[in-house]
Structures are given as structure tokens and as C-alpha cells.
């Protein structure tokens, strides 16, 4: 009951500035991307290691001792270049 009391002061000082409001919308925003990159990482990644066909892009792309954080980040470098950039050059 006191967090209610709590929030709605929260919420009303941040909704009087409009400042805040646009730096909260911003947080907000990237965020979403954040969630959103790390799941269709995690999802591109999974399809590259399943090997249903031979030369991946996990066997291209990523060195044979490479371990699991790299393989991440690999994955969340090509999802986030996808998702905001405009094209591939070609």
C-alpha cells in the first residue's frame, strides 16, 4: 500500500518535467531493443549451431575455440546491425 503512495509520487514528478519524460521514454525504448536483440540473438545463434545443413554461418563465421560469450556476441552484433542499420552494402 505505501509503494502504491510511492509510485504515484514517482510518476508525477517524472509526467511534470518534461525532460524526464522524454529521457524515460528514451530509457524505455532502448530497453526494448536490448530484449528484443538479445532474444533473436540467442534465436539466430540457435539455428546457426543445429547443423541441419553443412557450412553454417556458426562454422563460417566464428573460430572452432571460441566459447560460448563470444558465440553471444557474435550473434548480438549481426541481430543489432540488422535491426538498425539500412542495409548490407550490396
Same mark, same amino acid.
Do not use: N, Q
Given at each position: 500500500?505505501?509503494?502504491?503512495v510511492l509510485t504515484d509520487g514517482v510518476k508525477i514528478y517524472i509526467?511534470?518535467?518534461?525532460?524526464?519524460?522524454?529521457? !524515460?521514454?528514451?530509457?524505455?525504448?532502448?530497453?526494448?531493443?536490448?530484449?528484443?536483440?538479445?532474444?533473436?540473438?540467442?534465436?539466430?545463434?540457435?539455428?546457426?549451431?543445429?547443423?541441419?545443413?553443412?557450412? !553454417?554461418?556458426?562454422?563460417?563465421?566464428?573460430?572452432?575455440?571460441?566459447d560460448l560469450m563470444e558465440k553471444?556476441?557474435?550473434?548480438?552484433?549481426?541481430?543489432?546491425? !540488422?535491426? !538498425?542499420?539500412?542495409?548490407?552494402?550490396?
Amino acid at each position: 500500500l505505501r509503494l502504491d503512495v510511492l509510485t504515484d509520487g514517482v510518476k508525477i514528478y517524472i509526467e511534470s518535467r518534461p525532460a524526464l519524460v522524454f529521457v !524515460t521514454g528514451v530509457i524505455r525504448v532502448l530497453f526494448m531493443l536490448l530484449g528484443i536483440t538479445h532474444w533473436a540473438a540467442c534465436i539466430w545463434y540457435r539455428l546457426g549451431a543445429r547443423h541441419l545443413v553443412e557450412g !553454417t554461418w556458426v562454422d563460417a563465421h566464428l573460430p572452432a575455440k571460441s566459447d560460448l560469450m563470444e558465440k553471444y556476441v557474435y550473434s548480438l552484433y549481426f541481430t543489432l546491425a !540488422t535491426m !538498425t542499420t539500412v542495409g548490407y552494402g550490396d
